[in-house]
């Protein structure tokens, strides 16, 4: 069985979207448990319009924040196989077929990723993702240290299928992280051996102004996300062989790279 949870907050208008395009899936053995976080808005009562088996809703007493609430979702999964899937994103009616077929033929595999096409708040296309340049089976830790000078290939759950026993082992995401907990979490699974790459764009990713990346890139807390990202390879500097001036030239890497995706929403948004 595949687990896919979805962490909810405050996502009334594009819920529902995102548990059909899951329950729809080839693929039919899975769970699919939502987890809301003391929404403010009607997120709870659009979940339950939903009938199928399958879905399992909780919700939260109180607002654990992103980091907590996903690692309430992964606590609460118990396939096989682990997908979170944010309320507002969308993935491929196969993906969960194709990530399944792969870590059941190589299970020296910890994670499966397939390329991100980015869609605005109508669904419209609005670029292209592409992961690591490699395709197949790749060694994880040569891609997070290819990440770290260049940007953030690992990142963004939706694109990423995992094994629930390397996450048993290795743990959730830190909590210390507000803006890169993804980025963190999905080097500390690379960092731990083998990876697959699919070259196509198989998961959806909705950019919003009032969204989490949103901020990032233009919401005045690029600040911020340059000092997570400093913190960030500054932990796995040893595992990943980082000299000072390396750590240095990715902090830098990552400023330049910040400008540029503001640049970017400004044209897309």
Request: hydrophobic share 35%; charged share 25%.
């Amino acid at each position: 069985m595949v687990s896919v949870c979805i962490p909810a907050y405050n996502n009334a208008d594009y819920i529902l979207e995102t548990i059909n395009c899951i329950l729809s899936q080839s693929y039919k053995n899975i769970e699919l448990i939502v987890v809301d976080d003391a929404s403010s808005d009607n997120t709870v009562d659009v979940v339950k319009t939903v009938n199928d088996k399958r879905l399992k809703v909780y919700s939260n007493d109180t607002n654990l924040g992103m980091a907590g609430n996903w690692n309430k979702c992964l606590s609460l999964c118990s396939g096989k196989y682990i997908k979170l899937v944010c309320a507002d994103d969308l993935i491929h009616r196969r993906l969960i077929e194709k990530e399944v077929l792969i870590m059941e033929k190589y299970d020296n595999v910890n994670l499966v990723s397939s390329d991100t096409e980015f869609i605005d708040v109508h669904g419209q296309s609005k670029g292209y993702y592409r992961r690591y340049h490699k395709a197949g089976l790749v060694e994880g830790k040569r891609a997070s240290r290819f990440s770290i000078f260049t940007r953030d290939y690992l990142g963004a759950p939706l694109a990423n299928m995992i094994r629930k026993s390397v996450y048993d082992k290795l743990g959730g995401f830190d909590e210390s992280f507000h803006y890169i907990i993804d980025y963190d979490f999905f080097m500390k699974l690379y960092n731990y051996g083998t990876i697959y790459i699919i070259h196509k764009p198989l998961n959806f990713f909705r950019i919003r102004d009032d969204s989490n990346t949103g901020e990032v890139l233009g919401g005045g807390k690029e600040d911020v996300y340059i000092e997570e990202h400093r913190r960030l390879v500054e932990k796995y500097a040893l595992e990943l062989g980082l000299k000072k001036w390396q750590v240095e030239l990715s902090v830098l890497i990552r400023k330049v790279t910040s400008v540029l995706g503001r640049l970017y929403l400004k044209i897309s948004l």
